[in-house]
């Protein structure tokens, strides 16, 4: 009975609601974004103020013309993002797999001085042909699942992140183009000021979306 007992409580932390679920919600609301910057490789990068945070949520976007199938594939090659990223500093794992969700496990250096590094494990699914989500998972989830409190444990001097989202869409426009855009909410914690955290969430959200897009063009010519 105790086994059968343990067990269920095991299970039972892949389930446990959090708030990053209406995250996602909020990201995929395309009322208010703000156009704040367009980059000389014509990614359009937009702001949104959302309702009681103190960070900003962004969102980048640009007009592909080959198979966005490769944009979705490559995202979630999760095991090869320090690869696609050329960056050895950050360790990125497959964890497992549970009701068509994948669990993985980041972990990268922060590029400032003094300040520790971050990590998250995250959940990550692939919703239909158009669309991936991912959200991070909460700290008690991952204290009640020893599975993943091991992980978090033997990287113990990085500050663990649990508040985020991310949204990848894909949307064509003609037989050739095709809009991909991916959103991303994260509070980088620890001591960072308001204003680093935004530098580093758009640093990251920007490295990551054009190594995606780099990667996928690459694949397409295979």
């Known amino acids: 009975m105790l086994k059968l007992v343990f067990k269920l409580l095991i299970l039972s932390a892949f389930f446990i609601p959090d708030d990053n679920f209406e995250l996602l919600n909020k990201l995929k609301d395309n009322k208010n974004w703000k156009l704040v910057d367009i980059k000389t490789d014509s990614i359009r990068v937009y702001e949104k103020q959302i309702a009681d945070m103190d960070l900003k949520a962004l969102k980048v976007e640009k007009i592909i013309n080959f198979n966005p199938d490769l944009i ?11 690869e696609i990223m050329s960056n050895s500093d950050i360790t990125s794992s497959i964890i497992g797999q549970r009701n068509n969700m994948i669990y993985a496990y980041n972990h990268f250096p922060v590029p400032f001085p003094f300040i520790e590094d971050r990590h998250y494990i995250f959940r990550i699914k692939k919703i239909s ?9 909460d700290y008690l989830e991952v204290k009640s699942t020893l599975r993943l409190k091991t992980i978090i444990d033997n990287n113990s001097s990085a500050i663990y992140l649990d508040y985020g989202a991310g949204l ?28 680093l955290n935004d530098l580093f969430t758009s640093q990251s959200i920007l490295n990551l979306y054009q190594s995606v897009l780099d990667e996928s063009n690459e694949r397409s010519k295979q």
């Open 72 to 82: 979705l594939e490559t995202v979630m090659d999760i095991n090869k993002y320090p």
């Open 129 to 137: 042909s158009t669309e991936i989500n991912w959200s991070l998972v």
């Open 168 to 195: 990848w869409e894909i949307n064509p426009l003609t037989e050739n183009l095709t809009q991909v855009s991916y959103a991303l909410y994260m509070d980088s914690g620890g001591s960072l000021s308001y204003n």
